[in-house]
């Protein structure tokens, strides 16, 4: 079993910056990658960018490329998400994810952080 708990949401301005952190734990040697996803209200969930666990490669939906940015810790089994010059259409819950069967998808989600973008 994996643990995942996110937090840092929160309310900020538009074009203002925020970093969300989702902390692993449980039985986390297996991660093969850790993710973001996001759902606005009425909308379907959106992928936003994960990162590999070994390689640190990074991987990023078109609607956040350039601005956000995934990066890891290793020793706290912990990964962030920098999102800089928010949009009021980054407004949603987001939610953190991780893989740890090998060939299969998003195994383990948190339970999500919501973040509000006041335009």
């Known amino acids: 079993q994996v643990q995942l708990v996110e937090s840092g949401g929160g309310l900020v301005p538009a074009e203002g910056s925020l970093r969300l952190s989702c902390a692993a734990s449980?039985?986390?040697?297996?991660?093969?990658?850790m993710g973001w996803f996001r759902q606005a209200p009425g909308k379907e969930r959106e992928f936003v960018g994960h990162?590999?666990?070994?390689?640190?490669?990074?991987f990023y939906g078109d609607p956040v490329k350039g601005r956000f940015r995934i990066s890891r810790d290793n020793a706290k089994n912990t990964v962030y998400l920098q999102m800089n010059s928010l949009k009021p259409e980054d407004t949603a819950v987001y939610y953190c994810?991780?893989?740890?069967?090998?060939?299969?998808?998003?195994?383990?989600w948190g339970q999500g952080t919501q973040v509000t973008v006041a335009s």
């Open positions: 994810a991780s893989q740890t069967i090998v060939g299969s998808t998003w195994n383990n």
């Open positions: 449980g039985r986390t040697f297996t991660t093969y990658r």
């Open positions: 990162i590999w666990w070994s390689s640190g490669q990074t």
